[in-house]
């Protein structure tokens, strides 16, 4: 039997009601989504284990999501913007590209951790799955690849580090954060995974002859910028 919120409004209600309603719903939808696959992984969830987990109908859900595919893919869409605006936030306060990328680095590890399903899902439940879901997600991690460019590229204009190739060098960072990122979702090692921050900086900072923000005020970091 459906689930009243999930009934079709009556002709009578505001539009913005219906379309709030109908958000709410979606959300519902997504949030209980998150859980069920994170905890049973793609192929051992089934579209009942979300309608029953979000407390929803079989009609709300595929008002919303033709199939367990589509919602999977949302979800999988739902943490990049998270990562860029978390990321953005972190930034706008720092003028040098050194230290924009020591904040974007901290940021993402910081968003991995907080939202441990999403990452879970994106990171390790979605790999190999198909060469659709392998797209998709492909583009997600282009997405998080070109905003390290960005940042390895507005510090290559700076001449805070030297000239190098900024996509390849990406894509090398974003697979050093994946694989940490991957251990902890896995493994649970380190326990907190902000704890993997230090290491991980100096030794991505270092692979492109950088120095941590805080010491390039003095003369070590002066003569430490750039490759030699």
């Known amino acids: 039997m459906a689930h009243s919120h999930d009934l079709a409004p009556s002709p009578a209600q505001p539009a913005h009601t219906r379309t709030r309603d109908k958000e709410a719903t979606r959300q519902r939808l997504l949030d209980a989504a998150e859980t069920v696959f994170a ?10 284990d979300i309608i029953q987990a979000s407390d929803s109908s079989k009609g709300g859900f595929y008002f919303h999501f033709p199939n367990k595919e589509a919602i999977f893919l949302a979800l999988i869409e739902a ?8 990321v953005d936030r972190a930034i706008a ?21 907080r ?36 940042r390895l590229e507005s ?9 190098l ?7 090398v960072w974003f697979g050093a954060i994946n694989e940490v990122v991957v251990r902890w979702l896995i493994s649970g090692q380190p326990e907190r995974l902000e704890s993997a921050f230090p290491a991980l900086r100096a030794l991505l900072l270092r692979s492109v002859g950088a120095l941590p923000a805080e010491t390039t005020d003095g003369a070590e970091g002066t003569e430490g910028t750039g490759a030699s």
């Open 39 to 48: 905890d049973k992984g793609y192929h051992g969830a089934a579209v009942d």
């Open 93 to 113: 306060s720092e003028r040098d590209p050194v230290a924009q990328l020591d904040a974007a680095l901290r940021v993402a590890l910081e968003t991995f951790s």
């Open 79 to 86: 943490l990049t913007p998270k990562l860029e605006a978390a």
């Open 165 to 171: 190739d900024a996509e390849t060098a990406a894509w």
């Open 115 to 150: 939202h441990r399903r999403l990452s879970k899902i994106l990171l390790v439940e979605a790999v190999g799955l198909g060469r659709g879901l392998d797209e998709r997600l492909m583009r997600a991690h282009g997405r998080f690849a070109a905003m390290i460019q960005r």
């Open 155 to 163: 510090a290559i204009q700076a001449g805070r580090i030297a000239p």
